[in-house]
């Protein structure tokens, strides 16, 4: 019976990757990725050789059909993103789902690793026990409402933008005046934590060449405090 590994990759740093992610890849018959050219370059420098495909968002039907055909030939598939756990704001959901409708009895196995909103949650402070993850706002059209929308979100959020959009995020987050957490190019060279209120950070950040990858953690909502006269 073949297995399809859902293979977690570094998220900048070429050493954040498990014994066992490596273990997997190197025994893969075969393995999907994202980008060729970004995956190569992991392999090369684990100096593992092997079959690589490209999966990605634009994959059509002929391609799931191909890798579910070798699925059917016993064959293990390892998938892997350009960074980070696949399936988290990277493809992979869907070949999941299509893979399983046809081979309901596959084994689909996690090799966990690392991943940037989990990452920058747990440098961030804000209480985990609950958190609300968004992934990436709309760049357009309903951007306002995603962003009005964390007012009814009591506990700690999380996001995802592009660097194209980072000061307008802010901006859109001023409102709500909450404390935050901007993490910068995590486990990379240039990595930076930005911490306080939104203005703080704004001020920072202004005027500043906006390089690199972004990951918002957006803290709980203030309770207000009680007056004397309550
Ligand atoms: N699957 C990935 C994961 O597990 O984190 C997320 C992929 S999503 C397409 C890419 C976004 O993740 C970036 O735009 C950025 O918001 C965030 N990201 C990825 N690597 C990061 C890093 N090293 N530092 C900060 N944010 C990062």
């Known amino acids: 019976m073949s297995t399809l590994f859902i293979v977690a990759t570094p998220i900048g740093n070429l050493a954040d990757i498990s014994l066992r992610a490596i273990t997997v890849l190197s025994n893969a018959d075969l393995i999907l990725a994202e980008d060729t050219r970004v995956t190569r370059t992991l392999l090369e420098h684990y100096n593992i050789k092997k079959e690589l495909l490209s999966y ?3 994959s059509g039907r002929g391609m799931i059909e191909k890798i579910i055909s070798r699925l059917k030939q016993g064959q293990d598939i390892a998938l892997v993103s350009d960074a980070g756990t696949p399936g988290i704001n990277d493809p992979g959901n869907f070949l999941i789902q299509e893979i399983l409708k046809e081979m309901p009895e596959i084994k689909v196995v996690a090799i966990p690793g690392a991943n940037a909103a989990i990452s920058a949650l ?5 209480p985990t026990d609950k958190f609300t ?29 592009s660097k194209h959009r980072i000061i307008k995020a802010l901006e859109q987050l001023k409102p709500l005046n909450r404390p935050l957490v901007v993490c910068r190019e995590l486990t990379k060279q240039f990595e930076t ?3 306080g209120n939104v203005e703080e950070i704004l001020l920072r950040l202004q005027g500043n060449n906006l390089l690199g990858e972004f990951v918002f953690v957006v803290g709980p909502k203030q309770k207000k405090k009680k007056t004397d006269e309550e």
Request: net charge positive; glycine share 8%; proline share 5%.
């Open 193 to 195: 934590v930005y911490r």
């Open 133 to 161: 993850f968004l992934g990436f706002p709309p760049h357009k059209k309903g951007r306002q409402t995603f962003f009005r929308n964390i007012e009814d979100i009591a506990h700690t959020v999380v996001l995802y933008e």
């Open 56 to 58: 990605h968002q634009h």
């Open 122 to 126: 747990s440098i961030s402070g804000f």
